[in-house]
């Protein structure tokens, strides 16, 4: 059974950090690429980062490009997001996905498996 696991969100002041932490199991997590999207109040789901197989080609959203930063460790099976610099904008619950191909890293239903998110508050 694959699980995906986010854990890090919280409540940050604009301009502060969070790094998220997304762990897998029940998969072979260096046989998929990764990706985080974001679901904002009101909004849709919409793609933020993405990693490929081993930590080496990454993608961003223009939105947060030079704030944010994916990286994997494949021995941990853990994905990660390091979050700067954080406006009120960015708040949304984040999600982890796994990608068996990496084809269409920025569509949300290329994505064979999902966390169940984790909650990110940038108050102003």
């Known amino acids: 059974q694959v699980q995906l696991v986010e854990s890090g969100g919280g409540l940050v002041q604009a301009g502060g950090s969070l790094r998220l932490s997304c762990a897998a199991s029940?998969?072979?997590?260096?046989?998929?690429?990764m990706g985080w999207f974001r679901q904002g109040p009101g909004k849709e789901r919409e793609f933020v980062a993405h990693?490929?197989?081993?930590?080496?080609?990454?993608r961003y959203a223009d939105s947060v490009k030079g704030r944010f930063t994916i990286s994997r460790d494949n021995a941990e099976s853990t994905l990660y997001l390091q979050m700067n610099s954080l406006r009120p904008e960015d708040t949304a619950v984040y999600y982890c996905a796994a990608d068996r191909w990496g084809t269409a890293w920025s569509i949300a239903r290329a994505y064979d498996y999902w966390g169940q998110g984790t909650r990110v508050s940038v108050s102003s």
């Open positions: 029940g998969l072979t997590f260096s046989s998929y690429t």
């Open positions: 990693i490929s197989w081993s930590p080496g080609s990454t």
